[in-house]
């Protein structure tokens, strides 16, 4: 089975960055994905990590260091509308052309002013 | 384009009684996926589907059923509902990660409220 630990809250300041870490341990390990979601919401996509590496988006930067199997999301210039629940996500192989989409308890985040 | 339509959008059932929540994708997705959301839980795999005619169990399979009709549509069914399946359900799709670097992105449908008392 797949394991990943996020931790469960994180509070910042509006402008500020935050940084939200996410483990994991799992087999046929293929990437690592960011979604967000907003109370009541849908999640929406908003970054995958393949390789190593940093891969910025916007506000929003995501890392993967899969010798170590961890990766964080980085979001800088905090806005209140990024108060939201973040999750991370393993994409993983399960053989005969099958992906897994696994994903973690998720990062509730509050901004405050 | 619609993207992913769940129904019905929420659901109050009795205990022991059985319903089917529709899931339709228009993105030409080979990939589906039926997720639960209960508080501090996260989203748990209940079952997912690599192509038409398969499908796979996930990590909470015990208590549903699913079926691939076609490459659009993915449904998830109980059988004899129980006040533990309370829970938000998620219905999502992805194309197959591509070497490229395309296909990483599953897209969710707005998801069904599942009350059963």
């Known amino acids: 089975g797949q394991s990943l630990e996020q931790p469960s809250e994180v509070t910042a300041v509006e402008g500020a960055i935050v940084q939200i870490n996410c483990t994991y341990q799992t087999s046929g390990f293929y ?3 960011w979604y967000q979601q907003h109370d009541g919401g849908a999640p929406t996509f908003l970054s995958y990590n393949g390789l190593d590496g940093l891969e910025e988006t916007g506000r929003f930067s995501s890392f993967l260091s899969r010798s170590d199997s961890y990766g964080y999301l980085l979001l800088q210039e905090l806005q209140m509308k990024d108060s939201a629940s973040y999750f991370c996500a393993v994409r993983v ?14 990062t509730k985040l509050s901004v405050i002013p | 384009n ?85 829970s938000v359900y998620f219905c999502a799709s992805s ?23």
């Open chain 1, 31 to 33: 990437g690592l994905s």
């Open chain 1, 93 to 106: 192989y399960s053989g005969a052309g099958s992906y897994q989409l696994t994903f973690g308890k998720g």
């Open chain 2, 2 to 86: 619609a993207g992913v339509t769940q129904t019905p959008k929420f659901q109050v059932l009795k205990t022991g009684q059985s319903m089917t929540l529709q899931c339709a994708q228009d993105m030409n997705h080979n990939s589906m996926y039926w997720y639960r959301q209960d508080p501090g839980m996260g989203l748990r795999l209940i079952y997912y589907s690599a192509s038409e005619g398969t499908t796979d169990k996930g990590e909470v399979p015990n208590g549903y059923n699913v079926s691939r009709l076609n490459k659009r549509e993915f449904s998830l069914r109980l059988e004899s509902a129980a006040p533990s399946q309370t």
């Open chain 2, 95 to 117: 194309e197959h990660p591509r070497q490229t670097g395309g296909g990483t992105e599953a897209f969710f449908g707005q998801g069904t409220r599942l009350t059963v008392v």
